[in-house]
Every structure is written in C-alpha cells, then in structure tokens.
C-alpha cells in the first residue's frame, strides 16, 4: 500500500490537503533517490504516528528522514 493510499483513510482527517501533499511529495522524492519506508507506523514520542525512510536494499535499517 503507498503512502498515499494510506494517507485516503479516515484517521489521518486530522491532516490538512496541503500536509498531505507534502508528504506525498516527499515520499516520492525519498523513492526517485533510493530510499523507502514501512509505510505510516504508530508511535507515541513525537507524535501519534511516523513514517522512518532508509536505504533499499541495505541489510542494516539506517534511518536518514523520520516523518511525525
């Protein structure tokens, strides 16, 4: 599932269409550079969820861009 057809479900109505396209847009750029992500995942910190970008294809998850 892509970020944005996460970003379609009901409990991210608390983001505005603009922080939406954000994220989508820097997505996209992280893919077109070789980075990915496990998609939108809870968490408690910083926010109510995260989206953490690494590497593809590396055996070790260096996270380089974290999304709150």
């Known amino acids: 599932m892509t ?5 379609a479900d009901k409990k991210f109505n ?6 939406k396209r954000f994220i989508v847009s820097f997505d996209n750029g992280m893919t077109n550079i070789g980075y990915t992500n496990d998609g939108i ?4 910190v ?19 861009a974290r999304v709150y």
């Open 46 to 64: 910083f926010g109510k969820y995260k989206i953490e970008y690494y590497k593809t294809g590396m055996k070790t998850k260096k996270v380089v």
């Open 3 to 7: 970020i944005n057809e996460m970003l």
């Open 14 to 19: 608390f983001l505005s269409e603009d922080e």
């Open 41 to 44: 995942q809870n968490y408690v």
